[in-house]
C-alpha cells in the first residue's frame, strides 16, 4: 500500500460481526463511511472472522455504501482452519497449500465484492508451510491482478526468510503494545525495519483495560499522570506510544464505538516524548533498561 494514500490507522474488523458488535448491514456500511470521512481509509479483516461470516457482511455493506473501490485499502487474510458451524474441522489447523491460498482469495474477493485485495497476509506461521509454493501461487495471483501486495500476520525472523528467500514480503502484522512488548527485545521489530518490511500492530492497546495485574498496576499511576501532562485520555497515549517507534508501526484499532474511534485518530498528534515513553516501559516491565 501507499504510504501517501493509506491511513496512519487501520480499522479491524473483527468485532464488527458475530464475534463481537454484530452489526447490521446498514451499521457496517456507516462505519465504513465514518472511519472514511475521518480520515481512516484501510480496514483489516480474515477469512475465519466471526466464524468464516464477517468478510462477506462487510462485502455486502461496502456495496451498499456506495464507497468508490479506490477510496478504501482492504487487507484480509488465510491459512487458519477454524472449527465452527460452517466449518466442522476436527482440529484447528493450519493449510498453506496452493489450492487453499487460491481458493481463499477467490472466496475473498467475492465476499469483499472487489476485484482485488490491496493486502494479502498468512495469518500465523505453520510448520508445515512450503515456503516454495506460497511464493509461486502468491506470484500468480499478483501477477493476476487480484492481490496487490502480500505478507504475513505473527510470523517471527526466520519464518520470513522462509517466505522472503522466494518473493518479497511487504507487510507483518504483529502484536505490539506497551503491555505486550515484547516485539522491541526479540529482534522482529529491527529484523523488519532492515528488510523494509511494513509493520501493523494488533491488540495495541494491550492488556491495560483488560486485566488487573501487576504490570496494569504499575503502569496506572504513570499513565494516567502523563494523561494529565498531554491533555488526552490513557487509550489516546497507549496508541501513541506504539507509533512512537521509528519503524512508524501501524496500529489496528478494534473498536466499533465512533467517539473511540475519533479519539483514536486524535493521538496520531500526540507527541510523546522519549522520557515519558521510557518510563512507561519501565512500568511494564517492572525494571529500568539495561
Not at 22 to 31: C, H, T, W, Y
Not at 78 to 100: A, L, R
Not at 118 to 135: C, K, Q
Amino acid at each position: 500500500m501507499d504510504k501517501k494514500t493509506q491511513s496512519r490507522i487501520i480499522s479491524g474488523v473483527m468485532n464488527w460481526g458475530e464475534w463481537g458488535e454484530n452489526l447490521s448491514v446498514n451499521e457496517m456500511a456507516e462505519l465504513i463511511e465514518f472511519n472514511l470521512e475521518k480520515g481512516i481509509n484501510t480496514f483489516d479483516q480474515a477469512d475465519i472472522y466471526g466464524g468464516y461470516t464477517t468478510e462477506k457482511q462487510f462485502g455486502k455493506a461496502f456495496k451498499s455504501s456506495g464507497v468508490e473501490r479506490t477510496k478504501i485499502k482492504l487487507i484480509t487474510k488465510c491459512g487458519i482452519q477454524y472449527p465452527c458451524e460452517s466449518k466442522p474441522f476436527k482440529i484447528k489447523h493450519y493449510d498453506y497449500s496452493p489450492q487453499h491460498i487460491r481458493f481463499s482469495v477467490e472466496n475473498s474477493l467475492k465476499n469483499l465484492k472487489t476485484e482485488y485485495i490491496d493486502v494479502f497476509l498468512l495469518h500465523r506461521p505453520s510448520p508445515l508451510m512450503n515456503g516454495n509454493e506460497i511464493a509461486e501461487v502468491i506470484s500468480k495471483l499478483k501477477n493476476d491482478g487480484k492481490i496487490k501486495e502480500f505478507g504475513v500476520s505473527n510470523f517471527t525472523e526466520s519464518q520470513i526468510k522462509l517466505i522472503k528467500k522466494n518473493i518479497p514480503v511487504d507487510f507483518n502484522q504483529i502484536e505490539c503494545s506497551l503491555t505486550n512488548n515484547e516485539c522491541f527485545s526479540n529482534g522482529i521489530v529491527d529484523f523488519c525495519q532492515t528488510e523494509n518490511i511494513n509493520l501493523m500492530a494488533w491488540s495495541p492497546l494491550g492488556s491495560y483495560f483488560k486485566t488487573k495485574d501487576n504490570t496494569t498496576n504499575r503502569i496506572k499511576p504513570i499513565i494516567e499522570k502523563l494523561s494529565n501532562k498531554y491533555s488526552c485520555s490513557v487509550d489516546q497515549l497507549l496508541l501513541s506510544w506504539v507509533m512512537k517507534h521509528p519503524a512508524s508501526i501501524i496500529p489496528v484499532i478494534g473498536t466499533t464505538k465512533k467517539e473511540r474511534i475519533l479519539a483514536s485518530i486524535k493521538s496520531i498528534n500526540i507527541s510523546l516524548d522519549s522520557l515519558d515513553w521510557f518510563s512507561l516501559l519501565e512500568a511494564s516491565t517492572g525494571k529500568r533498561v539495561a
